[in-house]
């Protein structure tokens, strides 16, 4: 099993995870500080509302699996994600982040390499 999988597992559901695999597939974005849980840290982004270009789900699921991450984040307190939404301010488009830390990478370059492997993978 792919390390960030064997991860993610460990709090959210295989629907999830695929989720966030089509995010990251579909919508990769870059690097930033963002808030995980109350602690300000680098993670890498994807754009949500890129999921639907996967051939997983569709709108009303997107929908129903991303409020399930966010309260899976919330309830877990896990520092491994974190979901934004409106991230521009313009109604434009929601965001997942990886935390740079929680996953061990080193810098964004590190970062998208590993998430890129392990968005294509099947596990």
Not at 7 to 18: A, E, R, Y
Request: glycine share 12%; net charge negative; charged share 25%.
């Amino acid at each position: 099993m792919n390390p960030i999988t064997e991860k993610l597992s460990l709090v959210f559901t295989d629907k999830q995870i695929q989720a966030m695999k089509d995010a990251w597939n579909f919508g990769a974005w870059g690097d930033a500080e963002v808030n995980f849980q109350g602690v300000d840290e680098f993670g890498l982004g994807a754009c949500t509302n890129d999921i639907k270009r996967g051939i997983h789900f569709n709108g009303r699921q997107i929908a129903g699996i991303m409020s399930g991450i966010s309260k899976r984040i919330d309830k877990s307190g896990t520092r491994m994600v974190a979901c934004f939404s409106d991230w521009w301010g313009d109604g434009s488009g929601d965001m997942i982040f990886f935390n740079y830390h929680e996953f061990g990478f080193d810098n964004s370059t590190d970062g998208w390499s590993f998430l890129t492997e392990w968005s294509k993978s099947n596990d």
